[in-house]
């Protein structure tokens, strides 16, 4: 029996290179968006992206997003995805406000956008405090005297590494290297991702210092492999850094991804990332 065919529309946005499929959910449905997150963020045979996130309504809050890795695994927290959907729904009316609050699978974040002649030119996003208590990332590793996985020592992913465990609404693992370009995050990222000492995976986040202000970082995000930029995993490689002595607290700390720069501040009260937020192009899917 033939269905009839279902047209949905999407925008392809980017955030320091990390780029989504956006569908504004207001006025479509979507039934199985695991499946267009696998289908459509392939390369050379979809879209090409690092996953989809649908843009919804929220009853307790100005909006709501869903985050779907590129293996369609659901995600609770996306710090570039943030940034975009913010700007999608300003300039598109939805939400036409430079200050909005948006529901993620891990509760509330709040938005602040700098609008100049009525487009966005960079957003911040309240990231929430750092979760560092080991069973709340989670982690299997017992916390030291100060609660926290700080420049631990442990076994993992095949070697000892140096760890340190933070979340930011999902669960980040810190490695600090003097090698940075001539890790194969390929061969290295899935065992970490996979290694049993972390219940529901991880991402793997590798950084090298460049002196208190500015860090390098590359990324093997949990359920996509490496991408461009992970604004979560910034987050929590400059928490990481002020924790382990080599940035100062409540400072502007520059992360270098390789899809661009984002300057976050490590606070007693919370996390604040600020970055850009790009739209590449518009279109439409038949299913």
């Known amino acids: 029996m033939r269905h009839e065919k279902k047209t949905?529309?999407?925008?392809?946005?980017?955030?320091?290179?990390?780029?989504?499929?956006?569908?504004?959910?207001?006025?479509?449905?979507?039934?199985?968006?695991?499946?267009?997150?696998?289908r459509y963020s392939a390369p050379h045979y979809g879209i090409g992206s690092d996953g989809a996130i649908l843009i919804l309504p929220s009853k307790i809050a100005d909006a709501k997003m869903r985050i779907f890795n590129r293996d369609g695994s659901e995600a609770e927290m996306c710090g570039n995805g943030i940034r975009c959907v913010a700007r999608y729904l300003y300039e598109s009316g939805r939400v036409r406000k430079e200050a909005m609050k948006?529901?993620?699978?891990?509760?509330?974040?709040?938005?602040?956008?700098?609008?100049?002649?009525?487009?966005?030119?960079?957003?911040?996003v309240d990231m929430g405090?750092?979760?560092?208590?080991?069973?709340?990332?989670?982690?299997?590793?017992?916390?030291?005297?100060?609660?926290?996985?700080?420049?631990?020592?442990?076994?993992v992913a095949g070697g000892t590494y140096?760890?340190?465990?933070?979340?930011?609404?999902?669960?980040?693992?810190?490695?600090?290297?003097?090698?940075?370009?001539?890790?194969?995050?390929?061969e290295i990222g899935p065992k970490f991702e996979n290694d049993p000492l972390f219940p529901e995976k991880v991402n793997t986040e590798f950084?090298?210092?460049?002196?208190?202000?500015?860090?390098?970082?590359?990324?093997?995000?949990?359920?996509?492999?490496?991408?461009?930029?992970?604004?979560?995993?910034a987050c929590a490689?400059?928490?990481?850094?002020?924790?382990?002595?080599?940035?100062?607290?409540d400072q502007p700390?520059?992360?270098?991804?390789?899809?661009?720069?984002?300057?976050?501040?490590?606070?007693d009260e919370t996390v604040y990332m600020t970055g850009n937020a790009q739209v590449t192009f518009t279109g439409e899917i038949t299913l």
């Open 129 to 155: 405090p750092a979760i560092l208590d080991p069973a709340q990332i989670p982690v299997k590793l017992e916390a030291n005297e100060n609660g926290s996985v700080v420049g631990r020592t442990a076994k």
């Open 162 to 186: 140096v760890v340190t465990c933070v979340s930011m609404g999902n669960p980040h693992v810190v490695v600090f290297t003097d090698h940075l370009n001539d890790l194969d995050l390929d």
């Open 253 to 267: 700390i520059t992360v270098t991804l390789k899809g661009g720069k984002l300057i976050v501040r490590y606070t």
């Open 237 to 249: 490689a400059a928490v990481a850094s002020v924790l382990n002595g080599y940035c100062r607290k």
């Open 8 to 38: 949905l529309r999407f925008v392809k946005m980017e955030a320091t290179g990390n780029d989504y499929i956006y569908f504004d959910c207001f006025d479509q449905y979507i039934e199985n968006p695991e499946a267009i997150a696998v």
């Open 207 to 233: 950084v090298e210092v460049e002196d208190s202000g500015h860090i390098r970082m590359r990324v093997y995000e949990r359920g996509s492999g490496e991408t461009w930029s992970c604004g979560t995993g």
């Open 102 to 124: 948006i529901e993620i699978g891990s509760g509330i974040k709040s938005v602040s956008l700098e609008v100049f002649e009525g487009e966005v030119k960079s957003v911040t």
